[in-house]
């Protein structure tokens, strides 16, 4: 039997879904099995449902065998080059490479984005794996390998839940900067189209299809040649591959970009998010500070 005492970053969680990270090794079958069966009690109460809201301050009784409370070893990996644009106690949005992944990949990529993060997050006093009872800190926006720019990452699960629901919401607007081969017929506009996924792709269809998403997307013409653009882009959805493909399909895919079209392949294609905009329209809780903040990086992606 643990007892253990829920901690202010594993409060607002379902009791199943802590215990699923608290206990790894533990099946999901096993678990619910469990909660039936009177081996979790919360303030020396039976809970059965494993949809119960915990509370910092509860006071949880766990009966099992001790080999499902051996943690899994976290390890850290500390001294990565880190580019941080902007950092305060809940949050920090940092700079991505082109070519660093987000997360761990089917390859068994080890130098990742919250590799580096949690490395830096470790070093600077803000992260103790040892500490933490089922919390880690998480990204809350991702890019694909090859596009570079701003990623949040939250530090506490506060603000984890908060910027994953603005997000939701398009309370926080994100633009990227790209170019591309063609010129729009227009300026400026917003594209709306569906999204269907396959394996290693997306297509996109100007008519609504089975199983497509409707996805939304402003861009501006900043600057031509002729015969190449460079756009500023607003998502308004955020679907895999969303720019690149609707890009695409009006005849302007990315420069570089051979998986969608470009006829130039060699060259890189440049897709860079440069730019968040914290634009809470209601209650953002202990991120309310956020509320009409810009976060841009300098510089960018030049024709």
Known sequence: MKQITISKNDSGRRLDKFLSKFMPRLPKSMLYKS???????????HVKDGAYMLREGDALSLYFRDEFFEKEQRTVRTGAPLDVVYEDDNIIIVNKPRGL?????????????????LGYLYEHGSYDPEREQSFVPALCN?????TEGLVIAAKNAAALRTVNEKIRSREIKKYYICITEG????????????????????TVSDTECENGKEIRTKYKLLQTDGSR?????ELLTGRTHQIRAQLASIGCPLEGDAKYGAKNTDVPYRLCSFKLVFDFSSDAGVLNYLRGKTVEIAGGIKL
């Open 35 to 45: 909660l039936r069966k009177n081996c979790v009690r919360v303030n020396g109460k």
């Open 101 to 117: 992944v987000v997360h761990d990949d089917d390859k068994g990529t080890k130098d990742t984005l919250i590799a580096r993060v």
């Open 142 to 146: 991702r890019l694909d390998r090859n």
């Open 183 to 202: 010129v729009p017929q227009k300026k400026s506009g917003t594209l709306v189209s569906y999204l269907s996924r396959l394996e290693k792709r997306v």
């Open 229 to 233: 653009s460079l756009l500023e882009i």
